[in-house]
């Protein structure tokens, strides 16, 4: 059974980190790219950060390049993806997706949510004062 299961949001104040952490098993997920996706109250899903299988390429979106890394760990029967988020803005409140690519990372197709094939249930990151 397919599971992506995503940890670590909570509440944190403009300029702090949070760390997100995701669980992907149920498959061969350490062949595929896997992303980061975020959604805020009344807007679409949007590209956060995407990584290719051996974790060498990665991908950003602009409004968090620089402050945000996304890395992986290919385990033995998980895949364990992780999004640092430093220096947080108030514009980066959301709900927070893990999603694992339907194949390789690649630059276009890997920032749309159409890539990807299997998506957790999300974790909330509020940033506030």
């Known amino acids: 059974q397919v599971q992506l299961a995503e940890s670590g949001g909570g509440w944190v104040r403009p300029g702090e980190s949070l760390r997100l952490s995701c669980a992907a098993s149920?498959?061969?997920?350490?062949?595929?790219?896997m992303g980061w996706f975020r959604q805020a109250a009344g807007k679409e899903r949007e590209f956060v950060a995407a990584i290719s299988h051996g974790g060498g390429i990665t991908y950003y979106a602009d409004s968090v390049k620089g402050r945000f890394t996304i890395s992986r760990d290919n385990a033995k029967n998980a895949v364990y993806v992780n999004l640092e988020m430093n220096n947080v803005n108030v514009a980066d409140t959301g709900v927070y997706y893990c999603?694992?690519?339907?194949?390789?990372?690649?630059?276009?197709?890997?920032?749309?949510?159409?890539?990807?094939?299997?998506w957790g249930q999300g974790t909330q990151v509020t940033v506030s004062s």
């Open positions: 149920g498959s061969t997920f350490s062949r595929n790219g």
């Open positions: 999603a694992a690519d339907r194949g390789p990372l690649e630059f276009g197709r890997s920032r749309q949510t159409a890539a990807y094939e299997y």
